[in-house]
């Protein structure tokens, strides 16, 4: 299985676990491994085909254990070519890969990613172009460039101006998708840029919020897309389940520059396909 920052917010969060969880419950929305059972109307996987997916909304079979339970629509097969180490990832993260951008682009448009996880890997997947937020001020940066952006996926939600400055830097058919904010300052910024107007001082380009969903033919897609070379999963390291909760420590540092891979004993947890 593979963490992802939901499994942990939820687990520390004891107002949204008790909505969200029926206890006892483990936690883990990312899951790959072989079936090992099938409800009695599901015709499309066999016992030991191997599967990933993603739990839409996770309620009490986690994917971090030996066994989870999960619906057939949320599972796909996994290529036989398919990396085990890479599979577990192709559920939260790259679905939202997938539907933040291909939706939106069409060849020759140019994307800014804020919140690539490192310099040097985007880089060596094919960036452009590398802004070190360290050093040189990000939105400024942008600006200088013109407006030449037709889509900006913001994972982090900071520097806090990025959307509000948008127009000089983006396209005016352009859109500016924001997945996530890390702190309460960016959260409150993200709710005033999608609920501010342009006339009233807010930003002038369409803004939006994605939330992935879990969706079997996009992950079908995806999945060819793995197959083909075309997407890969970045690891940043795998752990033995005894070691889950270093795992999980290892997370919550916010440092991984890769998808935090879990092995359950010397494999992969089973997965048990309801109808």
Not at 112 to 118: P, Q, T, V, Y
């Amino acid at each position: 299985m593979a963490l992802n920052p939901a499994d942990v917010k939820i687990a520390e969060f004891t107002l949204i676990a008790n909505m969200m969880l029926t206890l006892p419950a483990s936690p883990g929305m990312n899951f790959y491994g072989p079936v090992a059972a099938t409800g009695s109307s599901v015709d499309d996987f066999r016992l030991g085909n191997m599967v990933f997916g993603k739990h839409p909304n996770l309620k009490k079979f986690g994917a971090l254990a030996q066994y989870t339970v999960a619906d057939a629509s949320v599972c796909c097969h996994a290529p036989p070519s398919l990396d085990p180490i890479q599979a577990p990832g192709l559920g939260t993260a790259a679905l939202t890969a997938y539907q933040c951008i291909v939706p939106f682009v069409s060849a020759g448009c140019n994307v800014f990613i804020n919140g690539g996880s490192g310099g040097r890997i985007c880089e060596e997947l094919g960036a452009d172009a590398v802004i070190d937020y360290r050093i040189y001020d990000v939105t400024k940066s942008l600006v200088d460039e013109g407006q030449v952006y037709d889509l900006v996926v913001d994972n982090v939600g900071s520097p806090l101006d990025l959307y509000k400055k948008s127009h000089p830097y983006m396209k005016p058919a352009g859109r500016y998708i924001q997945i996530a904010s890390a702190t309460f300052s960016q959260n409150i910024n993200s709710a005033k840029n999608y609920l501010l107007p342009s006339f009233l001082g807010g930003g002038k380009r369409r803004f939006q919020f994605l939330i992935c969903k879990t969706s079997r033919k996009d992950m079908e897609k995806v999945a060819v897309m793995a197959e083909h070379g075309e997407f890969f999963v970045v690891v940043e390291d795998v752990f033995q389940f005894s070691d889950a909760v270093k795992a999980i420590q290892r997370l919550k540092t916010g440092r991984a520059k890769g998808k935090i891979i879990i092995k359950v004993l010397e494999g992969f947890g089973a997965i048990a396909i309801g109808d």
